[in-house]
Structures are given as C-alpha cells and as structure tokens.
C-alpha cells in the first residue's frame, strides 16, 4: 500500500494532479451553481407569475421551452454541444465553458425548484403583502421569496451535491478537474485502483462535508422562525 501511494502521489509530484483538479472542480460548481440559482430565479418568478396571474405569456413560452431542451437532453452532451459548436472557433477557457454548461444546465432545476417554493406559499400571503402597500414585485421579494427559500432548501442543497458530482464529466473537453486528475495519474502509473478510489473518497468527503453545512443551515433557518 505504503508502495502505490509513493507510485501514485509522491513521485513526481503527482498529488498536485489531485489538488489542481479539486480546485477546478469546486471553482466550475461555485460558480455555476451562482448562475443556476439567478438564472433559476427569474425563471421561477416568471412561470409563477404567469401561473398566478395568467400574464407573461410569451416569456413563459420560451422558459417553458428553455426547461423542456434542458432537462431532456443530457448535461454531457449540452457541455459538448457549448464547447466543440458554440465556442468551436473562439479560444476560450475550458473552466469558462464548464461554468456556462454547467449553470444553463443547472437553472433548469433550479428554476423547478424555486417556482415549487413559490406556489407552496398560501394565497393569503400576496393577499397580506397588497395590504400592507406592496406591489407584486415587492410582494415577491420580501414577503414570499424568503419563505420560498427555506422550503426550498433541502432541494436545492441536493442540487448542489449533484452538480458538484456531474462536473466529473468536465474531462469530455479535456478540463483538467478532480477526476481528470485521478485518471492522468491512472495514464501514468497503470494503477487504476489507487488514484481513482482517491478521487471517489474526495468526492466522498465533500458530498458529506456540504450536507453537514446545509443541515446546520436548515437549523439555523428554523430557529429563526421561533
């Protein structure tokens, strides 16, 4: 054992294959998960707007139509789709273009998510916020978002967990992240066993490192409402 790790890890410096990858990995979730969420949002206010009130209706045709390519097609082959047809001709990034991928994909659920929060919410509350002044606007984003968000927040903890682990199919394009990584040492070892259980166990480590966060969020949310 004590040999495989010196092989896989030491020699060479090959652990640095491991920690430049996981880096990678958390930057592209970072920051798609950023852009699912403001992309998500709009979109949920948009189809629960137009569910509520029946107006917006081309801008709910076009979120409609935006969810159903989304979620039907696979992540794999929107990334693929981004970075060897849209940015085909541009030198660009490849974390650029996993971030893109990755948060357009991300927003479809995201959006699902939110608009579910949204229409949880008892009619009385926009009902409560016209009484008080508010427009629906305001409404929206002072009285109903923030109850949304804390019904909303197991699911879109789970979102982030999945993202998280679907950014592994970054090395399609050749990004160099966690499990890009482990397979660039497998290329070099021909030890497929070592680097890659490694790779699982980080990936391991960091679903349940984010649970236990979003867990002592959700207590601290509920807290709060007493």
């Not at 509520?52 to 801008?59: E, F, P, Q, R």
């Not at 927040?153 to 199919?169: D, Y």
Request: hydrophobic residues 50%; positive net charge; aromatic residues 12%.
């Amino acid at each position: 054992m004590s040999q495989a790790i010196y092989v896989n890890f030491i020699k060479d410096n090959r652990w640095k294959y491991i920690t430049d990858g996981l880096k990678v990995t958390l930057e592209v979730t970072l920051f798609a998960v950023l852009i699912g969420i403001v992309i998500g949002f709009l979109i949920a206010v948009v189809r629960s707007t137009h569910d509520k009130t029946g107006k917006l209706k081309i801008l709910n045709f076009l979120c409609k139509t935006y969810l159903t390519i989304i979620r039907g097609t696979p992540v794999l082959v929107q990334l693929m789709i981004i970075y060897f047809v849209i940015f085909g001709s541009v030198n660009i990034s490849k974390v650029v273009v996993a971030v893109i991928s990755f948060g357009i994909n991300s927003g479809a659920y995201v959006a699902e998510i939110f608009r579910s929060g949204i229409m949880s919410i008892d009619q009385g509350q926009f009902e409560a916020g016209r009484s008080l002044g508010f427009n629906y606007v305001q409404t929206m984003w002072y009285i109903i978002m923030p109850q949304a968000f804390k019904n909303v927040l197991p699911a879109l903890g789970n979102e982030f967990i999945s993202l998280l682990k679907e950014t592994s199919v970054g090395s399609y394009i050749a990004l160099q992240d966690l499990t890009k990584g482990g397979d660039i040492i497998r290329s070099r070892t021909y030890d497929a066993f070592t680097p890659l259980i490694a790779v699982a166990l980080i990936y391991l480590a960091l679903v349940l490192l984010f649970s236990w966060l979003i867990q002592i969020l959700e207590r601290r949310l509920r807290q709060s409402e007493r």
